[in-house]
């Protein structure tokens, strides 16, 4: 008899070696979900609104932004997310350069650490 094969995307099974959850408070509210094929950048939102303009539950879900390829480019996008959430005014250029460098030099500093 023949054996069943499954078909598909393999499942998201925590015992994998190629599946990890790549959590850092510097990149709150967004983490990172590596599985062997690519690099995902979730977001926890928690619904300020419910469905038909119902009062929201305030249960937190899990919202997918981005599929990367590398780890990298992961955390380049999520400095430019959050970035793009900073306060929508700047009084100088200045001012906009040391918001941008500080998010920047944030991520930065998690792919430069070395170990100890």
Do not use: C
């Amino acid at each position: 008899m023949t054996e069943k094969t499954k078909r598909g995307r393999p499942s998201k099974d925590s015992s994998n070696p190629t599946h990890a959850i790549i959590k850092d408070p510097l990149m709150e509210p967004y983490y990172i979900q590596k599985d062997r094929y690519n690099y995902t950048i979730i977001e926890r939102v928690t619904p300020t609104r419910g469905f038909a303009g119902k009062k929201a539950i305030g249960k937190e879900l899990e919202r997918p932004i981005a599929y990367l390829s590398s780890f990298r480019g992961a955390l380049w996008r999520i400095s430019q997310l959050k970035f793009k959430s900073t306060k929508g005014e700047f009084d100088s250029i200045k001012e906009y350069i040391d918001e941008w460098d500080k998010v920047k030099n944030g991520m930065n500093s998690l792919l430069n650490k070395s170990p100890e």
